[in-house]
């Protein structure tokens, strides 16, 4: 099986760009979660999505969205973009949105900078 | 509210010797927690989780955990160490039930010299 798949791998963003991560779950995974990993410190939670409503958000601007398909893969959308966002995006899935001791599965990350 | 703190941003072993990387957690509920690691450039994979099971955690590549409630820790140990254990570890904490989420602590990057 497909581990949780991620794309782009790197991009490079101008400020005040727009742009926009996707990521494709474990088949049969149905909620999806966004992190946030900044250089030298551990991933913080932006985002999770469970049967495409959004059941949690982290403390980040309103610049963030992010939605799910009803394939469940995901998109996570970043307005407005500032140097403080690059980073690696992380996207993870898991079984269902509650009884988390599945764990989580991490995809590769997304390599957002911005120049 | 959830946190977790890792003792020490930086372990330096030598190869063959124990592995010890420090995990405690603050959690108002009974927790479920779980060690990943990170090579380079790449995401995050899970080494471990405690889910109220046995105390006592074996995970991948010859590591193992220890749930102390009295401690509120759960330390990460390997008897012998590898050149290939090089990485970052992330201990994170999830409350049970409910749509909850990972607290990640900071990490602690494992150095392995020959």
Redesign the interface.
Known sequence: DAG?TQSPTHLIKTRGQHVTLRCSPISGHKSV?W?QQVL??????IF?Y?EKEE??R?NFPDRFSARQFPNYSSELNVNALLLGDSALY?C?STRE?????Y???????T?LTVV | AQSVTQLGSHVSVSEGALVLLRCNYSSSVPPYLFWYVQYPNQGLQLLLKYTSAATLVKGINGFEAEFKKSETSFHLTKPSAHMSDAAEYFCAVTSRGGYSTLTFGKGTMLLVSP
């Open positions: 949780v979660s992190y030298g410190q551990g991933p913080q939670f999770q469970y059941r949690g982290g992380l993870a949105g509650q009884g988390t001791s764990g989580y599965t991490f995809g590769s990350g390599r």
